[in-house]
């Protein structure tokens, strides 16, 4: 039996009406099922009895089994959840002072490999459904932080524009002012450079932020540490998200995991204000790699990273550095699943 939060708005119109019911009603159980958190078709006292019997019928609404829960010193909270096929996946709440944001996964494992993140480790599961990625956002605003959840990002685990079909049903009801009723400009979807989901997105008519995964501004050495490079390399990687920034307005963010050894050094710096220089919507967001034992990788020198920031500053870009979150839980993409898998 499907769980009713696998369909679209529309989807459920149409299947209200060949139940025989008028489709408006779809409208009322999505704000039971994503304002109001109902986790039962009684619950919908303003349907009539006869629409809540129809629906017990045809559809659940089920669950994710919570494995886990990490709360970190600065208020961010990590949840790993059991799939059905006992699949671990995992989504994190990052709490601030005026906004909470949702970090979600969308496939299980990731057949990517990038050689800094440990969500590539053991390699490609499945995808996540569209239900799944709804639940687990419903789950957290449940366990993490109830009415507050302002913004969601696609930085959990796993390749959002790998997953393309499940994850815009998924934002669809995320923005929509009857689903979760997150503007599409506090969505961010996360991606190590598909070229071809950039378009497919750039072409939905949607203003989501788009993130690239950069970490490095030459083929050579984007190629030997993110395999994806090869299929997908700079050049139209670039020109894809320049048509998206042309297509949606909207600025592009460039995420530089600033690693010690390979690609902190000035030569990576001038690449980069190479690649993007000039360049009037791009930004880039240096973050000091994340310590993971298994890949061997961690942050430069606080030094070598103020370098870093100040040469692309001097150079014209706009420059951020994020500052780490939940570092004492692991809170990087795919790291809490890979130390309960190796429990
Ligand atoms: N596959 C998509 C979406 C996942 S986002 C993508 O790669 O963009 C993955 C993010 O997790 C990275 O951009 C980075 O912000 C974070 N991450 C992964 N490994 C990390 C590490 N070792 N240190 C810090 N952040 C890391
Ligand atoms: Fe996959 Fe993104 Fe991690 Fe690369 S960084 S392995 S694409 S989740």
Redesign the pocket.
Known sequence: MDDIKALSLETLQNKLVSFGYPGYHARQIFNWIYKKGAVDFAQMSDLAQGLRDKLQENFCISGLEIAGQLKSRDGTKKMLFKLKDSSIVEAVMIPSRDRATGCISTQVG?K?G?R???SGISGFKRNLTCFEIIEEILALKREALPDNLTHLV???T???LDNYEEVLKAIKIINSPDGFNIGARRITV???GIIPGIQRLAGEGLQIEL?V?LHAANDELRSSFMPVNRKYPLKGLISSCKEYSAKTNRQITF?Y?LIKGLNSDLRSAQDLAKLLGGWRLAKVNL?P??P?AELK?EAPDRRDILLFKDYLEKRGLNVTLRKGRGEDINA??GQLRLGYEKK
């Open positions: 990731c990517f990038c800094f993140c440990a696609f930085m959990g796993g390749e959002p996360s991606t190590s993130s995964s995420e995991i973050i790699s994340n993971i990788v990087a993409c």
